[in-house]
């Protein structure tokens, strides 16, 4: 087993309870860190175990992917889940039922990202107050703690906004503990304070952060990271949600300042574009591929790559010629999520937890379990696909799949089309290489080398009724999957749960492949062009609709996934079309990143949750056996994971207890007030 550093490597001993930011009022603890503050500073050890404890903050309820328990904004119009241990059911979910009101494990899944990231914005701005260089602290390592401290501090303020919307900003420095209640209460600050603060802490950690690490370090923030989170930041300013959105004219703080800009203002596409180019100009990420396999380990596992459909541009030229024939697509995407990489050997991680996890159960590594059938691989067989999802990968030509023409009946042999097996539904067949690193449809191949039983291994599951994965006659037994499509995006094809061995995963928090698809949906919404200082001020950029600029950072994607770029699939050119390319674009994420926690905030910042989040979920006929198994594959309404939208699903709420600890504090738009 791979040993993955963790970011967490030394806080074992150094954790903390979960705090609001209202515990900055907690005098008896400010006394207490008072008393002490000289000596950890002064100290090596217990400086980094300080900014351990800050680092802590960004697990549990502040991980982007693990369980469905921490993480309930990776479950969007794509992916299902069933288990009860969520601490709130899908439909519930689906349907708002998580407001400030609540008490218990629904209250948690709002109260608790809210605490924790405070609490770890405090330990940052103690850190930040109080380090020094030394004794024990070199300039050097003071300069990149800093920097760490910056960073930290930063993206616990980003992932709270993207989650609750505008926050209150504290004062860097702290509080006046001796200041009045009424002083102390903080009202939020607007969308746009909230982007810019987060892109001064990252400018801040960019100048002092390394550019490289080594291993044993590999999962801390370089200043790419930092570079990444301040172009995601613009990304989301930028988008129509929250530029020039009417809608969100209610949106306001205690004294009626409207907290979302009102007004449409392109500059923001051009800062956000130009903030991608700073991460791509560093000249440091790729996109990463494996090399094309003549033979395969064994059918299962690893098998050799089969032929991509002829492409005259593509087909002749190596990946770095701009082509695929040198290139393994499904092992160059799914190599990418399934632990077979090293945080250190992948060229496209830009920021990582790492494990992301104290417990197995809670962080990425759970998405594997989760997702594993249980008769044969030990799993729990509960987190599945939508129909929508399973209908937007395209074929292996790259032209969009149409259920209408699509091939109907049934494979007749192993090897029949790649990937598949025998007795296999023909329209999961010709799909694109991303499809098979991420879908278990009916009848996909579970390899689990590692399990001890031979028929335990390079077996197929089926979801027709009755059988062992799929459901079953107890209406209460939840692991089965509402949709009959599963996932196997994390799950390493070595994996098993039974007698078996599971694998480690790295969190892949910021991609390169992100920043890339980031640049060209910026410049393709810019009408002019514009002039946009670097990040150090070192040149300055010209940023327009450049179509050769936005073809080229797509293309090594569509590459990767064994796919040609838009313009060459004999349909048109869409990046000759704003409105063309934007659909493009976002049927691309969707793809791209599935079970990344990304598609629930897209829908949101391109203000398309009210349709995509309304739609009805569609999925295979599970109450169908495997007798009748053609009718299986007919798209039926899912009644159990259905969901429906209403404008406060833009933002979460905050919490009663915290609306009455500060008084200033406002509620986000169609959630109630404890008042």
């Known amino acids: 087993m791979k040993n993955k550093y963790i970011i967490i490597c030394i806080l074992i001993c150094f954790m903390s309870g979960f705090q609001s930011c209202s515990d900055y009022l907690n005098v008896d603890r400010y006394f207490s860190d008072r008393q002490n503050l000289e000596r950890i500073f002064n100290s090596r050890d217990y400086t980094e175990q300080w900014l351990a404890n800050a680092y802590y903050q960004l697990l549990s309820f502040n991980l982007e992917i693990g369980h469905v328990r921490f993480t309930l904004t990776n479950y969007s119009d794509d992916m299902i889940f069933t288990e009860t241990g969520a601490g709130i059911r899908y439909s519930a979910?689906?349907?708002?039922?998580?407001?400030?009101?609540?008490?218990?494990?629904?209250?948690?899944?709002?109260?608790?990202?809210?605490?924790?990231?405070?609490?770890?914005?405090r330990q940052a701005s103690i850190f930040l107050v109080n380090v020094h260089p030394g004794d024990e602290i070199t300039e050097e390592m003071y300069r990149d703690l800093k920097g760490q401290a910056y960073f930290i501090r930063g993206y616990l303020y980003w992932l709270l906004l993207r989650k609750y919307g505008p926050v209150p900003i504290l004062p860097d420095e702290g509080l006046d503990y001796e200041a009045s209640y009424e002083e102390l209460a903080r009202p939020r600050n607007t969308y746009d304070e909230c982007v810019e603060y987060i892109s001064e802490q990252m400018l801040l950690a960019a100048e002092l952060l390394e550019s490289n690490r080594d291993a044993r370090s590999a999962s801390r923030p370089t200043k790419g990271s930092a570079l990444a989170v301040r172009a995601k930041a613009y990304l989301y300013a930028a988008s129509p949600l929250m530029n020039g959105n009417t809608?969100?004219?209610?949106?306001?703080?205690?004294?009626?300042?409207?907290?979302?800009?009102?007004?449409?203002?392109?500059?923001?596409?051009?800062?956000?574009?130009?903030a991608a180019l700073d991460v791509i100009k560093l000249g440091k990420y790729k996109i990463y591929t494996v090399p094309k396999r003549q033979t395969g380990s064994s059918w299962g596992a690893y098998p050799a790559t089969p032929e991509i459909p002829y492409h005259p541009i593509y087909s002749n030229k190596t990946f770095k010629e701009g082509g695929w024939n040198d290139i393994d697509p499904l092992d160059s995407y799914r190599a990418l999520f399934n632990g077979d990489l090293y945080v250190a050997e992948?060229?496209?991680?830009?920021?990582?937890?790492g494990d992301n996890q104290l417990n197995d159960e809670y962080g990425i590594q759970s998405m594997s379990r989760h997702q594993m059938p249980v008769a044969r691989g030990g799993g729990w067989n509960c987190h599945g696909i939508t129909g929508k999802q399973c209908d937007a990968y395209a074929m292996n030509d790259g032209k969009p799949f149409d259920r209408t023409n699509s091939l109907k009946g049934f494979t007749t042999e192993d090897g029949q089309y790649p990937y598949l097996r025998s007795n296999v539904w023909l329209e999961y067949a010709n799909r694109e290489p991303r499809f098979y690193a991420s879908v278990a449809f009916s009848g996909a191949l579970w390899s689990c080398t590692s399990a001890n039983a031979a028929e335990n291994r390079n077996f197929q599951t089926f979801y027709y009724y009755g059988e062992d994965d799929g459901r079953k006659i107890v209406s209460t037994d939840d692991r089965w999957i509402p949709t009959?499509?599963?996932?196997?995006?994390?799950?390493?094809?070595?994996?098993?749960?039974?007698?078996?061995?599971?694998?480690?995963?790295?969190?892949?928090?910021?991609?390169?492949?992100?920043?890339?698809l980031m640049y060209a949906e910026a410049?393709?919404?810019?009408?002019?062009?514009?002039?946009?200082?670097?990040?150090?001020?070192?040149?300055?950029?010209t940023v327009s609709r450049d179509v050769a600029a936005m073809k080229?950072?797509?293309?090594?994607?569509?590459?990767?996934?064994?796919?040609?770029?838009?313009?060459?699939?004999?349909?048109?050119?869409?990046?000759?079309s704003p409105e063309e390319l934007r659909k493009w674009l976002k049927r691309e994420r969707q793809i791209e990143f599935l079970g990344e926690n990304q598609r629930y905030y897209d829908l949101r910042r391109w203000k398309d949750a009210?349709?995509?989040?309304?739609?009805?979920?569609?999925?295979?006929?599970?109450?169908?056996?495997?007798?009748?198994?053609?009718?299986?594959?007919?798209?039926?309404?899912?009644p159990s994971v259905q969901t429906s939208w209403s404008v406060k699903k833009y933002f979460w709420p905050v919490a009663y207890n915290e609306l009455k600890r500060n008084a200033r504090l406002?509620?986000?738009p169609g959630w109630p007030s404890f008042d």
């Not at 992948?346 to 937890?353: A, C, H, M, S, V």
Request: proline share 7%.
């Open 93 to 121: 979910y689906k349907f708002g039922e998580y407001g400030p009101q609540y008490t218990g494990n629904a209250g948690d899944l709002i109260s608790r990202p809210w605490d924790q990231s405070y609490e770890g914005i």
């Open 247 to 274: 809608e969100m004219a209610d949106f306001t703080d205690d004294k009626g300042r409207k907290l979302i800009s009102q007004e449409y203002d392109e500059t923001k596409w051009a800062k956000a574009a130009a």
């Open 346 to 353: 992948n060229p496209e991680l830009i920021f990582t937890r």
């Open 484 to 516: 009959g499509i599963g996932m196997m995006k994390f799950v390493n094809p070595k994996e098993s749960y039974k007698e078996g061995q599971p694998y480690p995963k790295v969190d892949p928090a910021i991609r390169y492949a992100d920043i890339l």
């Open 523 to 541: 410049l393709n919404e810019l009408t002019t062009s514009h002039q946009v200082a670097a990040w150090n001020k070192s040149e300055t950029y």
């Open 552 to 576: 080229a950072a797509v293309l090594p994607i569509r590459l990767r996934g064994g796919v040609p770029n838009y313009d060459d699939l004999s349909m048109g050119n869409p990046y000759n």
């Open 610 to 638: 009210p349709q995509e989040e309304n739609q009805m979920i569609y999925g295979c006929n599970t109450t169908v056996p495997v007798q009748a198994r053609e009718a299986f594959y007919e798209q039926v309404v899912v």
């Open 666 to 668: 406002t509620q986000a």
